[in-house]
DNA sequence: TCAGTAAAGTGAACGGCGTTAACTATGGCA
DNA sequence: TGCCATAGTTAACGCCGTTCACTTTACTGA
C-alpha cells in the first residue's frame, strides 16, 4: 500500500466532485436531470471530459447508485447499533431509518429502489453477488431477522408446504445463506416485500388516495408485523391475533 | 348525441393512432422511448404535428397511463367476473390478473405503478378524484373485499387503537368510502401494499437475490394473505366488530 | 357554387442531450 | 531533457421537445 502519487489525488478528488454533483442533480431534478453537461457545467468543464472518468452517462449512475446502497446501509447500521441488544427493537430502528431516509431522500430512494433507469436494470440483475452493494444492504436486515426469530413459532405456512411450493425457487438465497431454514427465509422475504410495498408507495406518491398522513400508517404496520415475529409472542396455530 | 363529422372521425383515429404509437414504443424501449418524433415517424408524420392533439409530450404520457389504468382494471373485472360468487376467490383470481398483467406488461405497469416519470406524480396525487383511473381501479378491489371480511375477526389491531393512531389520517379514503370501518380500511391498505410490494418487486427485478420464480413466493403470499381474511372465523352473531 | 375560415400538417430553427474524434496541454518519469 | 500517458479542449453528429411561420385541406354559410 504505497501513498498515492499526486496524479492519483487529483484523480480521485475530481471523481468525487463528479459524483457530488451528480447527487446534486439528482436531488434536485431526479434521475432525468443527471447529464454529463449538466455535470461539467458545476465543475467548469466540458461533458466529452467526463468520458476519462465514466464510459457512459449510465455507468456514472450505476456507481451513484452504489454509493447510495452503501449510504443508506450505514444510516441503517447506525440505527441497528443505537438500538440496544435486542433485535427486535433493533428491526423496527433499522425500518424506521429506512423509511426516513427514504422519504428524506426520495430521488436517491427511487434510483436504487424504484423502476430501473436505463443501465440500473443490470445492475439489480447482479444483486446475487454477495459484494454488491445490495446484497451487503439485505444481509443488515438478515441478521437480526434470524436472531429474532430463533425459537419462534413463525406465522408462515408449515415448513413441509413451503418446502414443496417454495423449495427449488430460493436458490439466490440459498446460495449465500445455504442454512437459512426455508420458513425463516420465506417470513423475511414477507416482511422485506411489506416493508418495500409500503415505503415505495408512499414515496412514489400512490398512497394519496387513502392516506395524509403516511407514517401513520407505516408505525401501525410495523407494529403489527413486528408483533408477528416477536418470540415472546407465538402464535399457536399459525395465524396471528390480537 | 349527434352522429360524429367526418373531421370528428379522423381526429379521433388519429388520436387513437398516436396512442398505439406511443404504446409500442412503450412496450419495446420503456417511458424514455416514447418521443414525439419516433411517434410521428411511426405515423408517417411530422413531431409538430402532434401538437395538434397534446399540449406536450408529458401530457401524451398522462393519457397513455389514464388507459392503461382503464385496461388493467378491465382485465381484473373479467378476471372477478370469472371466478363465481364467492369474495375470497374473486379477490384471488383479481390478484392473480394483476400480477399476470404486469409481469406480461412490466413497461406498461411501470408506467403507472412505478416510481413516477416526469408528469405522472401530478397524475398521481389527482387519483383522490373519484373519477381517477386510478381510483376507480382501486374501487373494483375495495368492493370484493368489504364482502369478504363482512363479519370476519379481521388480523388487525382493535379498532380503538387503530382509531387513535390512523383515525385521523385516512381521510382521503373516508372522503370516498365513509362507512368504511377502520379496521377493513387498514386490513385493506395492508393487503394492498403488500400485494404491491411483492408485484413490484418482481417487475423491476429487485428479487432477484433471493427469488428464482417469483410466481411461487407470490402464490405462496396469497394463500397466507387470504387465509388471514376469509371468514372462517366468523364473530359469532356475523356482526363486523369494530 | 364558392368564398371564407378553422383545422391539420409541414419545414426550419433553437437549445438541450450523449457520444465520438481529433487535437492540445501537462505532469511524471527514464 | 525527452518521452508519453493522462486530462482536458473544440467541433461535430444525430437525437430530443418545442415554437413559429407557413401551406394545405376540409368544412361551413351565404
Chains 1, 2 share one sequence.
Do not use: N
Request: glycine share 8%.
Amino acid at each position: 500500500m504505497t501513498a498515492p502519487t499526486r496524479r492519483e489525488r487529483l484523480r480521485t478528488a475530481t471523481l468525487a466532485e463528479i459524483k457530488d454533483a451528480a447527487r446534486r442533480l439528482l436531488v434536485t431534478g431526479g434521475v432525468e436531470a443527471v447529464s454529463l453537461r449538466a455535470i461539467a457545467r458545476d465543475m467548469g468543464m466540458t461533458a466529452p471530459a467526463i468520458y476519462r472518468y465514466f464510459p457512459s452517462l449510465e455507468a456514472l449512475v450505476v456507481a451513484l447508485a452504489g454509493d447510495l446502497y452503501d449510504e443508506l446501509r450505514r444510516e441503517i447500521e447506525a440505527a441497528r447499533d443505537a438500538a440496544g441488544a435486542d433485535p427486535g427493537d433493533q428491526l423496527v430502528e433499522m425500518c424506521r431509518a429506512m423509511r426516513r431516509w427514504a422519504v428524506g431522500h426520495p430521488a436517491e430512494f427511487t434510483l436504487i429502489f424504484g423502476s430501473p433507469a436505463p443501465g440500473l436494470r443490470e445492475f439489480a440483475d447482479q444483486c446475487v453477488d454477495p459484494g454488491h452493494p445490495g446484497a451487503r444492504f439485505g444481509a443488515v436486515f438478515l441478521t437480526p431477522f434470524v436472531a429474532l426469530t430463533r425459537g419462534a413459532r413463525l406465522p408462515t405456512p408449515p415448513a413441509e408446504l413451503l418446502q414443496q411450493r417454495l423449495g427449488g425457487h430460493l436458490a439466490p438465497l440459498a446460495a449465500k445463506h445455504g442454512d437459512l431454514p426455508i420458513q425463516v427465509a420465506y417470513a423475511f422475504l414477507s416482511a422485506w416485500t411489506r416493508l418495500y410495498g409500503l415505503v415505495a408507495m408512499e414515496v412514489f406518491g400512490h398512497l394519496g388516495w387513502a392516506v395524509d398522513r403516511p407514517e401513520a400508517l407505516f408505525e401501525t404496520e410495523l407494529g403489527t408485523l413486528l408483533a408477528q415475529f416477536r418470540s415472546a409472542d407465538p402464535s399457536p396455530d399459525g395465524v396471528p391475533r390480537h
